[in-house]
Structures are given as structure tokens and as C-alpha cells.
């Protein structure tokens, strides 16, 4: 089954700087690479997702990376702000029944 | 966007009752429902996924008859904890994917249950 590894475990970074968090996956026939932020005593809420015919995608502030030859994708985070302070996890699966989560990065972005 | 709902969102019982949750998908109708729990600064461990109209299917090491689901509809699942222990106490979330014409479909979490058992 997939595997997805997730680093750094924590980070923290001043307002205004750049974030990034990194996955890799095992399974080759993934497709499919979500991101979800998770705030304290809430559920995680998808904030971008990624499939495996773009290799980038961008949203505002939020952009998500993709090499499906070295099977890893990256989260970046830019003008960072205490309010993107959170874990984020990562994600791929390649069928509705089969998704695996990373263990979670603690974002915490210092004003 | 595709919002999932979760009721209720915190619950305290005493050891030996059981516990009904419920997840609803609040404007679409769900292909499947997931089950997650998650434990203090830990990620997301699947029990089971759910299926309208057919039987759930669990995943290993979690037993069915302590964590009973129920697929009514396609906008609602419920889990039902049986026989509560402390053990049991942790942070239920469900999952409903919405179709997008891709697969897999995307998943979209509600907002969890807080469970504490006495």
C-alpha cells in the first residue's frame, strides 16, 4: 500500500517569510495530492490539491509542486502570516478508497 | 464549496453507554464517507469507509461491533461507539468525497467530535 512521508515535523518561520513543507509517496500509480490545514479542535479543511498531469499549481499565496519521477510534491507558503499558523498534512491516493495521510507539519509563524 | 457537517461536535458519557455521531454532507450528495479518528498531535488514522446502501468496510484492527456504521443516505453516516471505555476517548472526524468527474474524487472533512468517556 502507499506510504507518505512528511518533513520537516515542525517548522517555524517569521511573518513574511516562506514556507515549506515537503512529502514523499511510494506508490507510483498516486495520482491525486491533496493539502489540508488543521487548526486546533477543528477538522482539516483542504487549502489546495495537486493531480499528476500538472506539475504546479498556484493559489494566491499557497502553491503546490509536483515530481512524479522522484515521487515527492511540496507545499510553499509565501508572505506568511500568524494566521497560516496550523498543521498541515499531506496526502495522495490514487483511487476513493485508498488515501494516506503524512504524519503533519506544526506551522508556527512568528509576528 | 462542498461543506460536511458533524453533530454533535463535543460529547461526555459515562463508561459503558454508547454514542451515536453524525456526518452530514450539506450540499452534495457524498459517493463515500470516511471515518477517521486522531489522537493528540498525531495524523489522521482511517477506520472505515462507508458506502450508502452496503455494508462499511473497516480497516484492520478496528473491530465492527464497537464501532458500528450506519450509511442511510447520501448525505448521511453515522458511527455509533458501543460500549464506551476511557480507551475510547479521542477526536472522531468524518469525511465525505464530492464527485468531481476525476478519480479519486475530493474529500472534504467536517469538523470532528470531541469524545470523552468517564
Known amino acids: 500500500g502507499e506510504n507518505v512521508e512528511q518533513h520537516p515535523s515542525t517548522l517555524s518561520v517569521q511573518e513574511g517569510d516562506s514556507a515549506v513543507i515537503k512529502c514523499t509517496y511510494s506508490?507510483?500509480?498516486?495520482?491525486?495530492f491533496p493539502w489540508y490545514k488543521q487548526e486546533l479542535g477543528k477538522g482539516p479543511q483542504l487549502i489546495i490539491d495537486i493531480r499528476s498531469n500538472v506539475g504546479e499549481k498556484k493559489d494566491q499565496r499557497i502553491a503546490v509542486t509536483l515530481n512524479k519521477t522522484a515521487k515527492h510534491f511540496s507545499l510553499h507558503i509565501t508572505e506568511t502570516q500568524p494566521e497560516d499558523s496550523a498543521v498541515y498534512f499531506c496526502a495522495a491516493s490514487y483511487n476513493n478508497n485508498d488515501m494516506r495521510f503524512g504524519a503533519g507539519t506544526r506551522l508556527t509563524v512568528k509576528p | 464549496g462542498a461543506v460536511v457537517s458533524q453533530h454533535p461536535s463535543r460529547v461526555i458519557c459515562k463508561s459503558g453507554t454508547s454514542v451515536k455521531i453524525e456526518c452530514r454532507s450539506l450540499?452534495?450528495?457524498?459517493?463515500?464517507m470516511f471515518w477517521y479518528r486522531q489522537f493528540p498531535k498525531k495524523s489522521l488514522m482511517l477506520m472505515a469507509t462507508?458506502?450508502?446502501?452496503?455494508?462499511?468496510?473497516?480497516e484492520q484492527g478496528v473491530e465492527k461491533d464497537k464501532f458500528l456504521i450506519n450509511h442511510a443516505s447520501l448525505t448521511l453516516s453515522t458511527l455509533t461507539v458501543t460500549s464506551a471505555h476511557p480507551e475510547d476517548s479521542s477526536f472522531y472526524i468524518c469525511?465525505?468525497?464530492?464527485?468531481?468527474?476525476?478519480?479519486?474524487?475530493?474529500?472534504?472533512f467536517g469538523p470532528g467530535t470531541r469524545l470523552t468517556v468517564l
Open positions: 506508490d507510483s500509480a498516486s495520482n491525486y
Open positions: 469525511s465525505a468525497t464530492s464527485p468531481s468527474g476525476r478519480t479519486p474524487d475530493t474529500q472534504y
Open positions: 450540499d452534495f450528495q457524498a459517493t463515500t
Open positions: 462507508s458506502n450508502e446502501g452496503s455494508k462499511a468496510t473497516y
